[in-house]
């Protein structure tokens, strides 16, 4: 099984700006607004020509929110 993190950045009507795989992109994306929201959702990518949904979206936001608060203040 290929599992694949998918990223999407969401602005406060829920409509999404950004999507991607990469981390770094996504969190990046994620401190552009203050009203941005970030979700994972997880795919099967065997088949690239029909990757399936193994895990709807999550929103991590407080998550990722939190890890930067918490690296800024301990440096």
Do not use: H
């Amino acid at each position: 099984m290929t599992l694949v993190n998918f990223y999407e950045v969401c602005d406060k009507q829920g409509n999404a700006v950004w999507g991607g795989v990469s981390t770094l992109q996504a969190v990046e994306w994620l401190a552009r607004e203050a009203d941005y929201r970030l979700y994972v959702s997880v795919w099967n990518e065997d088949d690239p020509e029909e990757p399936y949904l193994i895990t709807d979206k999550i929103n991590i936001t407080d998550v990722v929110l939190a890890t930067r608060l918490n690296e800024r203040d301990n440096k």
